[in-house]
């Protein structure tokens, strides 16, 4: 089974940085795409960032200047780089992967969520 492991969650003040880490296991050939998403309390989840296989990146346009979306195919791992958090930036931030091929199974894509880390963003 493939798993999706967050961290770099935590509580910073207004103004400060995080750099979130996803990992992705589970006798992995090839990810397509892997992403950010987050869900703020009462608010849908919404993307925050992807980025392909081949370096494409996608942000969401609010986001734009402040985060940075890197990928480190290796190793299955993609990072988010948040600078000038803002408390609106408090959420549960899931990592996604996109269009997975496991060794033995190359034929078959599906895609998987990390049970999420907390950002918090204090005024």
């Known amino acids: 089974q493939v798993q999706l492991v967050e961290s770099g969650g935590g509580l910073v003040q207004a103004g400060g940085s995080l750099r979130l880490s996803c990992v992705a296991s589970?006798?992995?050939?090839?990810?397509?795409?892997m992403g950010w998403y987050r869900q703020a309390p009462g608010k849908q989840r919404e993307l925050v960032a992807s980025?392909?296989?081949?370096?494409?990146?996608n942000y969401a346009d609010s986001l734009k200047g402040r985060f940075t979306i890197s990928r480190d195919n290796a190793k299955n791992t993609v990072y988010l780089q948040m600078n000038s958090l803002k408390p609106e930036d408090t959420a549960v931030y899931y990592c996604n992967a996109e269009g997975v091929r496991r060794r033995n199974y190359v034929g078959t894509m599906n895609n998987y969520w990390g049970q999420g880390t907390q950002v918090t963003v204090s005024s």
């Open positions: 980025i392909t296989n081949v370096g494409s990146t």
């Open positions: 589970g006798s992995i050939f090839s990810i397509n795409a």
